[in-house]
């Protein structure tokens, strides 16, 4: 009787978890990636008022629509392999408006992002950037704040 064949073995990555996969003109091997979440600040203040369950719902949202979305990508997937070592930076747009202004600078860009629409209202509550190497996409969020 033959010995039975192992199974095979998973290959390693040829990256740390985590770190940046080169990928048409993606950063080197070694950036940190980071995912970053833009809520609308207006929503928890008067006179709108969320519960702040309902803010972080949005902010949870679109957060997995751009994952989803680009889970295909390389960044994406070292991403997902942290799990809980994912850094998630959550930054605050000041009104629907900025939200928009913000959302049509990155898609000039080509920067992946999803915007969260809450229905039936119709209303634009947050985006989220698939992860991202932070130097690749700071420059488009650095008048932001992050969300109190």
């Keep these: 009787m033959a010995a039975a064949t192992p199974p095979p073995r998973r290959r390693q990555p040829a990256y740390p978890a985590g770190r940046s996969v080169p990928y048409g003109g ?18 928890s203040r008067p006179p709108r008022s969320w519960p702040l369950g309902a ?7 679109a957060a997995l629509a751009a994952a989803h979305t680009h889970r295909q990508h390389p960044d994406t997937r070292a991403y997902l392999e942290l799990r809980g070592a ?42 989220a950037l698939r ?12 008048k932001l704040k992050l969300l109190k």
Aim: charged share 20%; hydrophobic share 40%; proline share 6%.
């Design 26 to 43: 993606m950063a080197a091997p070694g950036a940190a990636l980071v995912q970053y979440v833009v809520l609308r600040g207006d929503l």
């Design 55 to 61: 803010v972080v719902a949005q902010g949870c949202h």
């Design 86 to 127: 994912m850094r998630t930076v959550v930054l605050e747009a000041p009104d629907e408006a900025s939200l928009t202004a913000l959302a049509q600078t990155l898609k000039q860009h080509s920067i992946d992002h999803e915007v969260w629409t809450e229905q039936p209202e119709n209303t634009a509550t947050c985006l």
């Design 131 to 142: 992860p991202y190497p932070k130097d690749q996409v700071h420059q488009h969020l650095k």
